[in-house]
């Protein structure tokens, strides 16, 4: 079945350290987003990519950074300027015909 | 992305209607309004989309009014499970770019 993966599903990091999160889609979609949801919140947007190899900031890209190489792959580093990272993140895509599709999630938690 | 406005929490006795309102005033004659719905904080589930006319699945029906500027999602019979945070988009599409963002929703509450 098409769909989007992310993982891990839960990560945790030390202050200072800076962590990927992996967002894989075999939808062939060419649009993939990365969000942010902090508890009681909506979804606010980090950063998206059209296609590969471009992407744009969303409204809270500070302390984030995300690479295109390949129309299947759409990571997320969380970097260390990034001062309360600890949230819920979803990567989504988007067919040419505007259904958005949704991955499961990741937890990250600073410890 | 088309601004929509949605009420931030609405009740609703369960087996009774949910009416679920979403304005957009600022919509384009061809772009779509979607409904998701999102449970503690998993992935938001596909509900239903429209255009112009009214919409009906298994899960939901929406109604678009005639001008478009706004819409309901009803959920006929509405259960303890329907409890979530419901999301109106219209993703709206500038150049090559689509920006796609979600407003705050609203938190339906089914009361037993």
């Known amino acids: 079945d098409g769909g989007i993966t992310q993982s891990p599903k839960y990560l945790f990091r030390k202050e200072g350290q800076n962590v990927t999160l992996s967002c894989e889609q075999n939808?062939?979609?060419?649009?993939m987003y990365w969000y942010r949801q902090d508890p009681g919140q909506g979804l606010r947007l980090i950063y998206y990519?059209?296609?590969?190899?471009?992407?744009q900031k969303g409204d809270i890209a500070e302390g984030y950074s995300v690479s295109r190489e390949k129309k299947e792959s759409f990571p997320l580093t969380v970097t260390s300027a990034q001062k309360n990272p600890t949230a819920f993140y979803l990567c989504?895509?988007?067919?040419?015909?505007?259904?958005?599709?949704f991955g499961e999630g990741s937890w990250l938690t600073v410890v | 992305d088309a601004k929509t406005t949605q009420p931030p929490s609405m009740d609703c006795a369960e087996g009774r209607a949910a009416n679920l309102p979403c304005n957009h005033s600022?919509?384009?004659?061809?772009?779509?309004v979607y409904w998701y719905r999102q449970i503690h904080s998993q992935g938001p589930q596909y509900i239903i989309h429209g255009l112009k006319n009214n919409e009906t699945n298994e899960m939901a029906s929406l109604i678009i009014t005639e001008d478009r500027k706004s819409s309901t999602l009803i959920l006929p019979h509405a259960t303890l499970r329907d409890t979530a945070v419901y999301y109106c988009i219209v993703p709206r599409s500038s150049g090559s770019a689509r920006q796609l963002t979600f407003g705050s929703g609203t938190q339906l509450t089914v009361l037993p």
């Open positions: 989504a895509s988007i067919s040419p015909g505007n259904t958005i599709y």
């Open positions: 600022t919509i384009s004659g061809n772009e779509y």
């Open positions: 990519s059209q296609i590969v190899n471009d992407f």
């Open positions: 939808l062939n979609h060419d649009a």
